[in-house]
């Protein structure tokens, strides 16, 4: 169990770490081509939940997918399918931190450095150590939501300890012996997680000001296009083959001839039925109840991720509280999360019969990343500022609620979206507390997973896709806006 854990994290790392830091060297600091539209890629890839990359692989190389269906031969599958499907997904939250912290670097290093050396050296020298921090910032991160998290590993039968957790009490209703055993394992996450938080905060807002722009393109030269078609390669394993994987399966039509050959065809007419009718009649209610408890989550943890943000930013101790609560939340695997609500709400058999529960469980699990989010947006607020009104007499909660919310809004609904987004692809934590007859989305299409991904799924995938598509590029936006109001309060060059 702890076995399969380490492995399929290394795994997992070992397919993201390269690709990820590739795409985020390419795309934020050299001259590449085309740039502006492979981050949005990346960016839809960043919003796909999980359960849905799974399947869009196994539609075209698991059980019952095209290919394999065709060939014979199950290319995902187990241990390999999970190491994949996480590390394929991986890819993405390193090509955003690692992002992060090259638009971080310090603009006067780099000058300085030119002077005496060409940009490849720069780039070598330079750049790339000063973002070492962000690199472990996203191992870590790649590492510990991995470890805590079951979908796949429940669909590839890979025994981890989330995995354990969540069958555990699937199977007897009974935690204390199971979670006994896998105390070791949480302890080592919760440490990992502790770390990650400690060199996040090296990326949070200081009082000084910082560049979030590149500072400068780095001249690939003859290399530009040879590495264009890398990065557009890996893109297009990234998200080109997962989605014709989808539109295939989605509208192939498979039929029998006279001489008992099986043949298959593409039809634009079952394609659209799939998509634009039959996902809606089959799965409307499904997506109904998951908006419903996604606009409850994302309500709930704005709310208290903003009070933890503004609570950490006030001192070294509330600080070290926040960092405590975000790593708990973050550590605890998702299934652990779900007992925990039901031992909550145990009590109240009408709430937790309702769609209570699995908000609350989701808004555990989404409730670290929007306390970052929020903690960056809070601490950009100029000092000045806040000084000026706490010596007109604004106390605390009146500068919280009438100056640095209004002030930073489109993070706050940048928050919002994430949040939303992530309680609709939820899986780990809200399973254990689904609620009959009111399912989610992600729990109704879990299920059929089991026995492959079929033309249904895969219409409804896509019609879920298509919406995520459209919310991409208003969350590219709403980050625009706010990057310009750091650069209109002069926090950022």
């Known amino acids: ?47 796909v939940p999980l359960y849905l990359q799974t399947g869009a692989w ?31 997904s991986g890819v993405a939250w390193v090509t955003l931190i690692v992002a992060v912290g090259l638009r971080t670097v310090p603009r006067a290093l780099e000058e300085e450095a030119l002077l005496h ?33 079951m979908t796949v590993t429940d669909l590839f039968r890979v025994r981890t300890y989330a995995e354990e957790l969540y069958l555990a009490h699937a199977a007897t209703a009974d935690m204390d012996a199971t979670a006994l055993q896998l105390i070791p394992g949480m302890i080592v996450t919760a440490v990992m997680v502790a770390a990650g938080l400690l060199l996040c905060h090296r990326l949070m807002p200081r009082q000084e000001s910082i560049s979030f722009r590149p500072q400068r393109d780095f001249d690939l030269g003859g290399w530009r296009w040879p590495l264009f078609g890398l990065v557009v390669a890996i893109v ?56 419903v408890v996604g606009i409850s989550s994302a309500s709930l943890v704005l709310v208290f991720a903003s009070l933890l943000a503004w609570w950490g930013g006030a001192g070294r101790w509330q600080a070290a509280g926040v960092y405590l609560v ?5 550590a605890v695997p998702g299934p652990l999360l779900g007992v925990a609500v039901i031992g909550l709400l145990s009590g109240w058999p009408r709430v937790y019969d309702s769609l209570v529960a699995p908000s609350l469980a989701i808004s555990l699990s989404a409730l670290p990343v929007a306390t970052m989010i929020m903690w960056h947006a809070l601490r950009s607020i100029p000092a000045s500022v806040l000084d000026a009104a706490r010596q007109e007499g604004a106390s605390p909660a009146a ?12 993070a706050l609904a940048i928050c919002w979206l994430i949040v939303l987004i992530l309680a609709v692809g939820d ?41 995520l598509a459209c919310l991409t590029p208003l969350l590219f936006y709403l980050a625009r806006l706010w990057q310009r109001q750091l650069v209109g309060s002069g926090q950022v060059e």
């Open 236 to 291: 297009l394993v990234l998200v080109g083959i997962p989605l014709w994987n989808l539109v295939y399966r989605a509208g192939v039509e498979v039929s029998g001839t006279a001489d008992g050959v099986t043949a298959r065809s593409w039809q634009i007419s079952k394609f659209i039925e799939l998509v634009f009718v039959q996902s809606h009649q089959q799965f409307g209610q499904e997506l109904l109840c998951s908006l």
């Open 1 to 47: 169990m702890i076995i399969n854990t380490v492995v399929l994290v290394c795994g997992t790392l070992a397919i993201c770490i390269p690709m990820g830091v590739l795409l985020a060297v390419c795309i934020t600091r050299t001259n590449l081509p085309g740039r502006r539209g492979l981050l949005l890629l990346i960016g839809l890839l960043l919003l």
């Open 58 to 88: 196994q539609a075209g190389f698991g059980l019952q997918g095209w290919y394999t269906l065709a060939s014979g031969h199950e290319l995902v599958k187990q241990m390999r399918g999970a190491v994949w499907v996480h590390g394929v």
């Open 399 to 410: 500068q919280l609620l009438y100056l640095a919310l209004p002030a930073r809004w489109p």
């Open 427 to 467: 899986l780990s934590a809200s399973q254990l507390v689904q609620v009959p007859g009111q399912e989610t989305l992600a729990n109704r299409v879990f299920d059929r997973l089991h026995s492959g991904a079929y033309d249904q799924v895969c219409g409804a995938f896509l019609a879920l896709l298509g919406l």
């Open 326 to 330: 975000v790593a708990i939340c973050l």
């Open 117 to 149: 050396g060409s940009a490849a050296v720069v780039l070598r020298t330079v750049t790339l150590p000063q973002a070492f921090g962000a690199m472990g910032i996203a191992a870590l991160w790649v590492a510990v939501t991995t470890a805590g998290e």
